[in-house]
């Protein structure tokens, strides 16, 4: 079942790459435009209107994944799209749970785990990146970029539709901001721990 909504997803974002390419668009300018939707994302997440963060997360997260895909199908891949791409993406990533800290200011705690997701969704893209250039071979990590992008959309849908009902604003969001912290470190010293076993120091 899952591989054939696997193969599903892969031929729809093929063919809307296809379609892209006729048009002449590029991948970096993909690349840049998801930065729009994201920093918007961010400013909604901020006065706490969670439903539009939730759509303009996911429309984000489509140019991200269109741009990847115009770029392995049609040739167009390069070193600077790679390097701008992933440097989008942090700037992206950071957006939504900046808004939250604003968000949440005048408490404490909510905000802290706001800004500490940021930090560990950082640091397993840090950590599989250098372990790459050190030619350190890593497990499959669990809480990819993949993974935190949609998990939080959804919360984000979900709190701003109103179906969390018997919840504070946003409490399902930080459930899932905490699930993400939580996670992202455990991730980090499994990443760290199998490195350390390969014998490479």
Same mark, same amino acid.
């Given at each position: 079942m899952w591989e054939h909504a696997r193969?599903?997803?892969r031929r729809v974002l093929e063919l809307a790459s296809n379609g892209l390419a006729r048009t002449g668009v590029s991948p970096n300018m993909l690349t840049v435009?998801?930065?729009?939707? &994201?920093?918007? &994302?961010?400013?909604a997440a901020a006065g706490g209107q969670f439903l539009t963060a939730g759509l303009l997360l996911l429309l984000s997260g489509v140019f991200d994944l269109l741009d990847g895909s115009l770029a392995r199908n049609h040739g167009k891949a390069s070193r600077f799209g790679a390097l701008l791409d992933s440097t989008?993406?942090?700037?992206c990533d950071g957006m939504v749970p900046v808004g939250l800290v604003l968000f949440h200011g005048s408490n404490t705690f909510t905000a802290a785990i706001a800004a500490l997701s940021i930090l560990t969704g950082y640091t397993i893209p840090y950590i599989r990146a250098r372990a790459l250039s050190l030619?350190?071979?890593?497990?499959r990590l669990w809480m990819r970029r993949e993974d935190r992008l949609l998990s939080l959309s959804a919360a984000l849908l979900l709190d701003g539709a109103g179906v969390t009902n018997g919840m504070s604003a946003g409490g399902l969001v930080l459930? +899932?901001?905490? &699930?993400? +912290? +939580?996670?992202g470190a455990t991730a980090a010293v499994v990443a760290l721990s199998a490195a350390r076993r390969s014998g490479q120091d």
């Open positions: 193969r599903g997803y435009t998801s930065l729009v939707p &994201a920093i918007l &994302a961010g400013w989008i993406d942090r700037i030619d350190i071979i890593l497990p459930i +899932v901001l905490c &699930a993400h +912290v +939580v996670l």
